[in-house]
């Protein structure tokens, strides 16, 4: 078995992916994952404000969403079982509350993916 390591340092918005042409075994994400939910929520709250300023929610519904993220937020690291269902229930409160709302449903998704898939 080779064992591949690589550590990226980034700053501001930049991205960083990886792109495995065959894999044979298991892969393992450290932190980056957990990292990764976090700045995701944050990405998620203030996309909220800036549609709230557009007009494209009304103030309950912010203060619903963001009520969400909080339970969301609180619950990270989810290192275990119940932790998980806890950021999975208040991201899926999260989609009900801006269904209808443009472009914010694949954000939702993504992030109970990398929570589900990771254990973020």
């Known amino acids: 078995m080779n064992t591949f390591h690589q550590q990226f340092n980034t700053t501001g ?9 065959q894999l044979s075994g298991d892969l393992h994400q450290g932190a980056g994952v957990l990292v990764g939910v976090a700045a995701d929520l944050d990405r998620l ?11 494209e ?3 309950a519904t912010l203060d619903g969403a963001r009520q969400e993220l909080d339970v969301a937020g609180a619950a990270l ?10 950021v999975r229930r208040a991201l ?8 209808g709302v443009a472009g914010f449903g694949a954000q939702i998704a993504a992030i109970v993916s990398a929570v589900e898939g990771h254990g973020a």
Do not use: K, M
């Open 13 to 21: 918005n930049a991205a960083v992916g990886v792109q495995i042409g």
């Open 45 to 55: 709250r203030t996309a909220l404000s800036r549609a709230h300023q557009r007009g």
């Open 57 to 59: 929610i009304d103030t």
């Open 77 to 86: 690291p989810a290192t275990d079982d119940e932790r998980r269902g806890q």
């Open 92 to 99: 899926h409160n999260l989609f009900g509350l801006l269904a």
